[in-house]
């Protein structure tokens, strides 16, 4: 049975990464949003997180690998190996004061991580996840004194992804110490072009900039978990996250070129082209904190708080108009019965969260703000401590006040946590 266990393991890591091949080279989201900074960031979005509103900070789980603070990863069970994979569909609508368009979907690559200990006070995990991602094309118009009418088109793909490793160390009974190092890698891609349409005989101008990152950056949390009478519990969460300077290479190419009445588009010739340029993106620390109470295995609720200064985000010596941004998000989960064995639904674990959060993008002098509601359920698999994760979450972004764009966003993701006794010698009598 457990050989089968890990066929199926296997055949299931072996699905999830032949989607996201087929996938990786998509667009994976439609949010005008996106152009400002490094792109959407992506957050945390595991199955069980997500569906909890994103709570992490004071999270601890034996079978569960918790990013989010690297001091829970010394709670993992000390005979198991964890491994949690996981799919995200997206469903986004954009909507302005005057018109609104249907729901565009884009699924992608969620998340492929894994958690295991090393010893009753050491544990450890890696993995691969988004850190962001860029994806919209917008039109505007307007007029240039001397030059008449222009439509300007700006369009832009691509994103981050992170690869870390971390430990999590219990220094003491009730207080745990971890960190994560993770290195970041992708490439943005922005083009804007103006097509001046009062003057038919002056060629339109297009700009492109390719940016690619690669580089370190390093992140420390704390973990306070007492254990108290009757199995309830209360812990809570620290997590900060260092300032620092991603290297960055970036193309940077004009070009002059003429438009036909059915779109295609002929360059004509280059006006300034500066290949792999070096400089530095500079993203600034954060601090997050969070408290859950509950009783093992049955329930828990928890309040997340999280604050970064985008204010000191500069890429390539210029800065972006972006804020302080502030994230709060609530979360509980229940399962009824953890141990029952004639009633399958309530051996499920049912979850529900709401987030807030006053972004890092300040336009027309308003400061853009996200909220979304979510809920989950975690199937859990017979004869085995694996289970089946799904969260599904709406949420609105942005006004269509102040001549800003709406979105709104239906997000569903799928995942797959697989346990095994790795670690487990048998002994004979």
């Known amino acids: 049975m457990r050989r089968k266990n890990k066929i199926v393991g296997l055949v299931v890591l072996f699905f999830m ?5 087929v996938l990786r080279g998509q667009v994976r989201i439609s949010s ?19 569906a909890m509103g994103g709570l992490g900070y004071a999270v ?50 969620g998340y492929l991580v894994f958690g295991f200990p090393v010893t009753r006070w050491w544990g450890a995990s890696l993995g691969l996840v988004p850190y962001s991602r860029a994806g919209y094309k917008l039109l505007a118009f ?14 832009g793909e691509g994103g981050l992804n992170r690869f870390f490793i971390g430990s999590g160390f219990r220094l003491h009974r009730d207080l745990s110490l971890g960190f994560n190092v993770s290195f970041l890698f992708g490439t943005l891609k922005n083009i804007s072009s103006v097509y001046l349409l009062d003057l038919p005989y002056v060629f339109d101008t297009r700009i492109t900039n390719y940016t690619v ?24 969460g620290l997590v900060y996250q260092l300032p620092f300077g991603m290297k960055a290479r970036k193309t940077h190419l004009v070009e002059r070129f003429t438009a036909s009445s059915s779109g295609y588009e002929n360059t004509m010739d280059t006006v300034e082209y500066f290949p792999s340029q070096k400089g530095i993106i500079h993203l600034p620390g954060s601090i997050g904190g969070g ?16 604050w970064q200064n985008w204010k000191k985000y500069s890429s390539f010596g210029s800065s972006d108009s972006l804020k302080s941004s502030l994230h709060t998000a609530v979360g509980c989960m229940i399962t009824p019965v953890h141990s029952s064995v004639s009633n399958y639904f309530r051996k499920m674990s049912y979850r529900a969260g709401f987030r807030y959060e006053n972004t890092y993008l300040d336009l027309h002098d ?11 359920f975690g199937f ?17 972004r942005g006004t269509t006040k102040y001549n800003l764009i709406k979105e709104t966003f239906i997000r569903a993701t799928l995942g797959v946590t697989i346990k095994e006794f790795w670690f487990f010698r048998r002994k004979l009598d």
């Open 17 to 21: 990464f032949a989607c996201s091949g």
């Open 32 to 50: 005008p949003y996106s152009r400002y900074g490094l792109g959407e960031i992506t957050g945390c979005n595991f199955a069980r997180t997500m």
């Open 60 to 109: 601890r789980d034996k079978y569960m690998v918790n990013m989010l603070n690297p001091a829970s990863y010394s709670g993992f069970d000390t005979l198991s190996f964890v491994c949690d994979v996981g799919l995200t569909a997206n469903f986004m609508q954009l909507q302005t004061i005057d018109t609104a368009q249907g729901f565009n979907e884009h699924t992608t690559f």
């Open 142 to 155: 307007d007029s240039i004194e001397g030059a008449g009418k222009y439509k300007g088109k700006y369009e």
């Open 213 to 236: 990152i690669n580089d370190f950056h390093f992140e420390a949390g704390l973990q306070y978990h007492h254990q108290l009478k009757k199995n309830y519990f209360i812990n809570a």
């Open 291 to 306: 408290v859950v109470v509950g009783q093992n295995d049955v329930w828990m609720i928890g309040l997340d708080v999280a």
């Open 366 to 376: 308003y400061q853009i703000t996200e909220y979304g509601v979510s809920v989950g």
């Open 380 to 396: 859990p698999v017979r004869k085995s401590a694996s289970s089946i994760n799904v969260a599904f979450e709406y949420g609105q």
